[in-house]
């Protein structure tokens, strides 16, 4: 047998309540697979298929994130029309190639920014 998702990150959560840090406010920037992982278990059989899936999704993101073909001299008009393009997919591009953890990473700065100002007093 097998096992995926493996835990990303470990979180001593009576250390954090020893620091003031309840679950409750831990649960508030990190979801559920974080903090408690279920691990899931499978054969050789289904090994192959989550690669198979793999390469093909891994394929569609080359399909999709193609680099420019020529590079040199762009007008202001031209790059302005590539950003205005990339803005309208970037969040959704990113959320691909990080396989999910900008998620991870959002929350995280946001509890890392609550913990630093509830010790500060200046406001922002």
């Known amino acids: 047998m097998l096992v995926a998702n493996r835990p990303i990150i470990s979180v001593n ?13 831990l649960a508030r920037y990190f ?5 408690n ?7 050789r ?10 390469m093909f999704l891994t394929a569609l993101v080359k399909i999709f ?7 040199g001299n762009l007008d202001i008009q031209e790059v302005d029309r590539v950003y205005a393009k990339e ?8 959320h691909i ?3 999910g953890m900008d998620l991870v990473w959002r929350r995280m700065a946001g509890w890392f920014i609550s913990v630093i100002g509830r010790n500060n007093k200046l406001y922002f």
């Open 31 to 35: 979801p559920r697979y974080i903090l």
């Open 13 to 25: 959560t009576e250390r954090l309540e020893q620091n003031g840090i309840s679950k409750k406010e």
């Open 37 to 43: 992982p279920t691990p899931l278990y499978y054969g």
């Open 97 to 99: 190639t990080t396989r």
């Open 45 to 54: 059989g289904k090994q192959i298929w989550f690669f198979i899936v793999r």
């Open 87 to 94: 803005a309208a997919t970037y969040d959704k591009k990113h």
């Open 65 to 71: 994130l193609r680099p420019r073909k020529s590079s």
